[in-house]
């Protein structure tokens, strides 16, 4: 079967901007479990277009700290659909966030670098996702 230039100009635009294909590029990739502590980022531009590569910087706890805003993912549904809930700064979990109801072209979640060096440093230790705010309020005194 044959398609029109512009049923493929549709296709393409479809890819890049329809949440579903969005859902796919940005959260099956990762196979996230619970339990999964991530990181988020947000577009750092005016320029908001998905296909269009931006920069992109890490939400931090507060404006002027350099520990990084934390989520754990708490639950994964029958659909393979992951929902996190951010870390407060008192240990505490927040609200709850349904990943495949984002807009991926201004957040996206990552793996957190932190818990991933944890993990490969192998310690015995529990993973404390806050211990670079606790240093940072230390450091502030």
């Known amino acids: 079967m044959n398609l029109s230039k512009d049923d493929v100009e549709f296709i393409n635009h479809q890819s890049r901007e329809n949440q579903v294909h ?4 940005n959260i099956v990739p990762n196979d996230y479990k619970v339990g999964d502590y991530l990181i988020r980022k947000i577009m750092d531009t ?8 931006g920069k992109w910087r ?6 002027d700290s350099k520990a990084n805003k934390k989520f754990k993912v ?3 549904d029958q659909y393979g659909v992951p929902y996190c809930k951010h870390i407060k700064i008192n240990g505490k979990l927040g609200g ?3 990943m495949a109801s ?8 990552e793996p ?4 991933m060096d944890h993990i490969i440093l192998d310690s015995d230790e529990e993973f404390d996702p806050l211990i670079l705010h606790k240093a940072s309020k230390e ?3």
């Open 22 to 25: 969005q859902y796919f590029d």
């Open 46 to 53: 005016d320029d908001w277009s998905y296909h269009t590569k």
């Open 58 to 63: 890490t939400v931090k706890v507060s404006p």
């Open 74 to 76: 708490v639950h994964i």
């Open 96 to 98: 709850i966030i349904c």
């Open 102 to 109: 984002m807009n991926f072209a201004e957040s996206r979640f």
């Open 112 to 115: 957190d670098p932190e818990h």
């Open 139 to 141: 450091d502030k005194k």
